[in-house]
């Protein structure tokens, strides 16, 4: 009876000890998660507009595709459509005088060239472009000032700043 | 012998109910996809956005419950080590009884969750949850694994 009684415990331990088991099972699955992150944009104010000398009451155009015209580089992700504008200046300065700058002239293209893109008219209404396989999109400038007949001499400037966003 | 008989009934109750039931399983259904991603702009997927959303289905005893817990990676690893943080809040996750991504109950992913399988043993948890890249963060493909924990209670 003593052992009987032994063994009726030792069944009533395995079986806690099974109930347990039951009580701990757990099971798991994974997924995983992913993202691609485009390169960043960059803009590079790369050649600036250079009128050069101008004359008072002498008109003077600087094309796009003039040595001295405006040039931004912009790298960013290969293929990716982007948005870009431009904050124009009306008048370039000098010491509170004014030099009228307007009739602004534009090329874009993903190679380092004024042909095999597109002719623009730079604003600063929010345009599209995509940016060559490498990521790369160049924009070329041109305008043209009118000094007035009394313009005092100096040298003047102006800020042109380029946006661009994916 | 009256003590043995006894003991064998107790054993017999306590793993009886195991046999027929239907066995607990997780299985990973879809995968959280954050997308292209653009540098310093954080982006969300909503948890009943049924293409980006992750997804697992899980399965047990019928009407039964049971815990599910999340192992969330607090980064995704990218280029050369390059990590992108991730964010799960309060209401990233779901669980649906019909498996159905536009009858969830929303649950915080980062505790411990009770469910109630279905009357044919099955249910769904859906997750969303925000990347959040920097500035500065490398271009690039970026991945990490995220796993469900499921513990019944019979």
Excluded: C, E
């Amino acid at each position: 009876m003593y052992t009987a009684s032994k063994a009726a415990l030792a069944t009533l331990v395995l079986a806690l000890g099974a109930t347990a088991a039951v009580r701990a099972q757990g099971v798991n699955g994974s997924i995983t998660a992913t993202a691609t992150v485009q390169s960043p944009i960059a803009v590079a104010g790369a050649q600036p507009l250079a009128f050069g000398n101008v004359f008072p009451g002498v008109v003077k155009t600087v094309a796009y595709s003039d040595p001295t015209g405006g040039r931004f580089d912009v790298t960013g992700q290969g293929n990716a459509g982007v948005t870009y504008s431009f904050n124009l200046p009306t008048n370039l300065t000098s010491l509170g005088n004014n030099l009228p700058i307007g009739s602004w002239t534009g090329y874009v293209n993903g190679a380092n060239s004024t042909s095999g893109g597109l002719a623009i008219t730079p604003s600063s209404t929010s345009a599209s472009s995509t940016l060559s396989v490498g990521g790369t999109l160049y924009f070329f400038v041109g305008a043209t000032v009118t000094p007035p007949a009394n313009l005092p001499a100096g040298s003047y400037s102006g800020t042109v700043t380029l946006t661009v966003s994916y | 012998m009256r003590a043995l008989r006894y003991a064998f009934v107790l054993t017999a109750t306590a793993v009886l109910p195991l046999a027929g039931q239907r066995p607990l399983t997780v299985t990973g259904i879809q995968s959280l996809t954050f997308g292209t991603l653009i540098p310093g702009i954080p982006s969300a997927v909503s948890r009943t956005d049924a293409g980006k959303s992750g997804r697992f289905d899980v399965g047990g005893p019928h009407d039964a419950q049971g815990q599910v817990t999340f192992t969330l990676p607090s980064v995704l690893t990218g280029p050369a080590g390059a990590t992108l943080p991730l964010l799960f809040s309060g209401s990233d996750a779901g669980y649906s009884q019909s498996q159905n991504i536009g009858s969830q109950i929303g649950f915080d992913p980062r505790q411990p969750f009770l469910i109630t399988f279905s009357g044919q043993g099955r249910g769904s948890v859906f997750l969303g949850g925000t990347a959040q890249p920097a500035p500065t963060q490398r271009a690039g493909s970026y991945t990490g694994m995220i796993t469900l924990n499921l513990t019944a209670f019979p």
